[in-house]
């Protein structure tokens, strides 16, 4: 998960790190979402997001971005996000 947290890091100004399945291929991609108006990416599920605007982490990690992310995917629920891309792979989305 070195890439989605690398991608969390690098989305300039606000926005969202997004792992994601496209599930024609069923191949995992993960991209960043700069602009809050692009948010939809036809044939892309997402499975997991980080948001990464300064209003989710500011309070208690003022303007360390880094050690946000680094928190963040410490306490990922990895059960979870399989059953997400199960769900998607059965078409259960």
């Known amino acids: 998960m070195k ?3 690398s991608v969390a890091l690098g989305v ?12 024609v291929s069923r191949r995992l991609m993960v991209t960043g979402i700069c602009r809050h ?3 939809l990416v036809p044939g892309f599920c997402p499975i997991l997001v980080c948001d990464v605007w300064e209003h989710a982490y500011y309070l208690t990690w003022s ?3 880094k050690g946000y992310v ?9 059960g979870v996000v399989e059953n997400r ?3 998607i792979y059965r078409n259960e989305y």
Do not use: K, T, Y
Request: charged share 10%; net charge negative; hydrophobic share 45%.
């Open 12 to 23: 300039q100004g606000s926005g969202w790190a997004v792992l994601g399945v496209e599930p």
């Open 3 to 5: 890439i989605f947290a």
């Open 37 to 39: 108006q692009d948010v």
């Open 63 to 65: 303007n360390d971005r």
């Open 70 to 78: 680094n928190a963040f995917m410490q306490h990922i629920n990895w």
């Open 85 to 87: 891309l199960n769900c």
